[in-house]
T-cell receptor
Framework: AQKVTQAQTEISVVEKEDVTLDCVYE???????LFWYKQPPSGELVFLIR??????QNEISGRYSWNFQKSTSSFNFTITASQVVDSAVYFC????????????FGKGTLLTVNP | DVKVTQSSRYLVKRTGEKVFLECVQD?????MFWYRQDPGLGLRLIYF???????EKGDIPEGYSVSREKKERFSLILESASTNQTSMYLC??????????????FGSGTRLTVV
């Protein structure tokens, strides 16, 4: 069985603060894929990033960065110098390496960035 | 711009009614999915379809059925709506095979209230 845990239900920060969203996963697959999605108030989930289990290189995209550590089964997401537009629900998701197309989502973290 | 369109943004139905939620995608994707999103529970997969007339149960199929007569359209059916089906329903699509690794494309959701 696959599982994704986002322990932080809600986080509130002040603009320009850095914030890290935690994601811990469980899977028996040796090959798997991890995702982050953003859900702004409009409701539509937006794909942010995918990482493969065989590629532990961290990634940076502008103010966003992701830290993937297989040793701790974690795939954390950091926003640097947060902005009000970053306010959203963020979901971490996992897909196993088989032919199953299903993504298993965490429960999400509501991030509120206050001006 | 590629899109997944859900026919209704908000819907109010009475207990016992038969409810149809419609989803259309214009990306020629083989895979389509229905999730429901509830506070504290994240996204849970109801059904998915990997081809026309093909469907598989997700994690919470009870009380729901689906129909996929055409590639671009995937309908979720509540045979007899109940108050515990009040939720946000999200439709998504993805390309087949390894295309799913590029992430799902989500619709904006239908917020269904059953009274």
């Amino acid at each position: 069985a696959q599982k994704v845990t986002q322990a932080q239900t809600e986080i509130s920060v002040v603009e320009k603060e850095d914030v890290t969203l935690d994601c811990v996963y469980e899977t028996r697959d040796t090959t798997y894929y991890l995702f982050w999605y953003k859900q702004p108030p409009s409701g539509e989930l937006v794909f942010l990033i995918r990482r493969n289990s065989f590629d532990e290189q961290n990634e940076i995209s502008g103010r966003y960065s992701w830290n993937f550590q297989k040793s701790t089964s974690s795939f954390n997401f950091t926003i640097t110098a947060s902005q009000v537009v970053d306010s959203a629900v963020y979901f971490c998701a996992l897909k196993g390496g088989g032919s199953n197309y299903k993504l298993t989502f965490g429960k999400g973290t509501l991030l509120t960035v206050n001006p | 711009d590629v899109k997944v369109t859900q026919s209704s943004r908000y819907l109010v139905k009475r207990t016992g009614e038969k409810v149809f939620l419609e989803c259309v995608q214009d990306m020629d994707h083989e895979n389509m999915f229905w999730y429901r999103q509830d506070p504290g529970l994240g996204l849970r997969l109801i059904y998915f379809s990997y081809d026309v007339k093909m469907k598989e149960k997700g994690d919470i199929p009870e009380g729901y059925s689906v129909s996929r007569e055409k590639k671009e359209r995937f309908s979720l059916i509540l045979e007899s709506a109940s108050t515990n089906q009040t939720s946000m329903y999200l439709c998504a699509s993805s390309p087949p095979g390894s295309g799913v690794l590029y992430g799902y494309t989500f619709g904006s959701g239908t917020r269904l209230t059953v009274v």
